[in-house]
């Protein structure tokens, strides 16, 4: 336990490195790992894209140890709390209204849902991601820097 927490200690700097920008704040209040309420100076962790936040090093050791079940809980949270703010009535690849070809499908990229008017456009949504969240946001009013509004 000494050495994992060592070894937890040694990455700290790595996991507060750099400032990653969200279309959306994160979605929760809670430590990811243990529930707990995060507070002011949560232990932020970049993993796969996007970014986590725990109360503790030691949550993030506890994280590590079975990630898919923990990141499945978040992407839940996305969905419930992104649902209904979605700008979007027509799918952002085939521009088809969601809903036309049945229930739409729903994708968690990053920290950001998207839905689809099937299956088969999220292949090309992921081909160039960055492209298509700026059209998803580009009403929003607290956005980031780098997503200029699409009419101008
Ligand atoms: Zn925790
Ligand atoms: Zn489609």
Request: charged share 20%.
């Amino acid at each position: 336990m000494r050495l994992l927490l060592l070894i937890l200690l040694s990455i700290a700097p790595i996991l507060h490195a750099g400032e990653y920008k969200l279309p959306y704040g994160y979605p929760l209040e809670t430590c990811l790992s243990c529930g707990d309420p995060l507070g002011g100076a949560p232990t932020i962790l970049i993993h796969g894209g996007r970014q986590l936040k725990f109360c503790s090093l030691a949550c993030v050791g506890s994280f590590t140890k079975s990630p898919e079940t923990m990141i499945s809980n978040l992407e839940e949270q996305i969905r419930i709390s992104q649902r209904d703010k979605y700008q979007l009535k027509t799918c952002v690849i085939s521009g088809h209204e969601l809903g036309s070809m049945g229930e739409p499908v729903e994708w968690v990229h990053g920290n950001t849902l998207v839905k689809f008017c099937c299956g088969a456009c999220i292949e090309k949504f992921e081909a160039d991601p960055d492209k298509f969240l700026l059209m998803i946001n580009s009403d929003s009013s607290d956005l980031p820097a780098h997503f200029v509004p699409r009419k101008q």
